[in-house]
């Protein structure tokens, strides 16, 4: 399973005060079945807590997901600043997930090689 961060969620997470150990622990409830919103097109929305015993403070992530084989984290944001992705935003991110959707593997290598994506190992 691989797990993939890109530049701009490197920051964000950071300023979120998220950990490597943040985002794993999304994916492994990922992997357990517990998603807490399927948007569709292969990307889901979990919460990711920011006081690690309540999701009401955390952060919400859209993540490509393919179960057992990749999680890129697309896109993070606090709840208390913005409830949900607005119609456009999610039409957006579901055109962008099926664009990846459609890479081999060598070629999601290669663009995260050069959009600078950090792996996290699960």
Known sequence: MEIHVPKSLQRDGKKAGLTDEDY???IRKAERGLIDADLG???IKQRIPRDRLSGARGSRAIIFYKRGKLAI??????????GN??????????????????????ELQALGERRGWRKIEL
């Open 24 to 26: 794993r622990t999304a």
């Open 41 to 43: 097109g292969g990307l």
């Open 73 to 82: 984290f697309l896109h993070l944001f606090a709840k208390s600043t913005k």
């Open 85 to 106: 992705l607005t119609d456009s935003e999610l039409a957006e991110f579901l055109e962008f997930g099926r664009n990846l959707d459609r890479l081999t593997d060598i």
